[in-house]
């Protein structure tokens, strides 16, 4: 059996190349591309801990599973944001939408 | 016991590459492509793991259905790939900088001061797993029945707020 501390190890470096990703993309779809992989590796860790912990206890696949739910109204509404950005200014780079940027 | 071993170490190089992939690819389509494979190995990690149901449920929600609509409006909107910048030249260098803090912080802690917590747990015992999705549904529709209904009201509440951000104004 695989040690517990690798899949986190694992889960721990896939986070850092998301937050790495939203931190630097300019194209304000790819900083969502970004996102996902944060909550994946974030899906991981509660699947991995459920699996090491009590099996019976069925917790920490039921919150996987509301964490799916999450992402896709999370990419929902960001998509329909892109869209409705690039619409008014005819932009998807995230610098160049600082209409609210004192 | 050493299959599992060999499955993960493979399985961790492509789901690692493929993240980097996503994040090194100029192009936005092929970094949504590599995301998709690094999706798919990642619902490998969750059948390895012992949990069919959040396995098909990721490629399915996510590598098929997430996915598609973000390919949908990267090519809507013919924006694949972007010009250089350099408004903020010190952004990637300082980024770079606090990912790898956080990097080498989690696994310092997980490798140094958490090694009890990694021993502690040989759960030997194979699980069934219809049992497991039996129990599963059972679950998370008595224990869990608040946060699932709370579920469906988010998806309500994004499904009307797409449509309203994406409407014609009347100008």
Do not use: C
């Not at chain 1, 964490?67 to 998807?92: P, Q, W």
């Amino acid at each position: 059996m695989v040690p517990l501390s690798w899949y986190l190890i694992l889960s721990a470096g896939l986070f850092s190349i998301g937050l790495f990703g939203v931190l630097t993309r300019r194209n304000a779809v790819a900083i969502l591309l970004g996102v996902e992989l944060m909550l994946n590796s974030v899906n991981v860790n509660l699947a991995a801990f459920w699996r090491y912990g009590d099996v019976t206890q069925m917790a920490g696949q039921v919150f996987a599973i509301i964490v799916f739910a999450v992402a896709a109204a999370e990419v929902a509404v960001g998509l329909a944001l892109v869209i409705s950005v690039y619409r008014k200014r005819n932009t998807v780079i995230a610098d160049d939408i600082d209409l609210m940027k004192w | 016991m050493t299959v599992d071993l060999i499955l993960f170490l493979i399985l961790a190089l492509v789901s690692v590459s493929t993240a980097l992939g996503m994040l090194l690819s100029r192009n936005t389509v092929y970094s949504a492509l590599f995301l998709v494979l690094n999706f798919v190995t990642v619902a490998v990690f969750y059948l390895l793991l012992g949990a069919p149901f959040i396995a098909m449920a990721q490629v399915t929600v996510y590598a098929g259905a997430i996915m598609v609509l973000f390919l949908f409006v990267i090519m809507l909107l013919g924006t694949e790939v972007l010009p250089a910048s350099n408004i903020l030249p010190w952004q990637k260098p300082l980024a770079g900088g606090l990912a790898a803090v956080l990097a080498v912080e989690a696994i310092y802690l997980l490798l140094v001061r958490a090694r009890s917590v990694a021993q502690v747990t040989s759960p030997d015992v194979a699980i069934n797993s219809m049992d497991n999705l039996r129990e599963m549904g059972k679950v998370l529709f008595s224990t869990y029945l608040l946060p699932f209904e709370v579920t469906s009201i988010l998806l309500l509440v994004a499904m009307v707020g797409a449509i309203v951000l994406t409407k014609k104004e009347k100008a």
